[in-house]
């Protein structure tokens, strides 16, 4: 399995933007595909954002436009750059891998705070 870690969460104004980093070790990350969760206060988890082993990205409705994924495979690190960020998008986030061809991701890391103040 994939070990991995989380950073760059923090407290910020309503348009404000953050930039979170998955760090990915114990195997080559190149063959996994990503996501991005995130849980806020009293709702379910949310999967944000996905991106393929191949690059091929997709997001959920509410943060299109102002979330980007991207991975570096050299670094073994995908990232989440949020923008315009809200206060709805207050919550923990997580990534989480899955490896190539499986349904289901399997690893997921400890996740970091995401504080949106209005």
């Known amino acids: 399995q994939v070990q991995l870690v989380e950073s760059g969460g923090g407290v910020v104004q309503a348009g404000g933007s953050l930039r979170l980093s998955c760090a990915a070790s114990?195997?080559?990350?190149?063959?996994?595909?990503v996501g991005w969760f995130r849980r806020a206060p009293g709702k379910e988890r949310e999967l944000v954002a996905t991106?393929?082993?191949?690059?091929?990205?997709a997001y959920t409705d509410s943060v299109k436009g102002r979330f980007t994924i991207s991975r570096d495979n050299a670094k073994n690190t995908v990232y989440l750059e949020m923008n315009s960020l809200k206060p709805e998008d207050t919550a923990v986030y997580h990534c989480?891998?899955?490896?190539?061809?499986?349904?289901?991701?399997?690893?997921w890391g400890q996740g970091t705070q995401v504080t949106v103040s209005s």
């Open positions: 114990g195997r080559t990350f190149s063959g996994y595909a």
């Open positions: 989480a891998s899955r490896e190539a061809g499986q349904t289901n991701f399997d690893s």
């Open positions: 991106i393929s082993w191949r690059g091929a990205a």
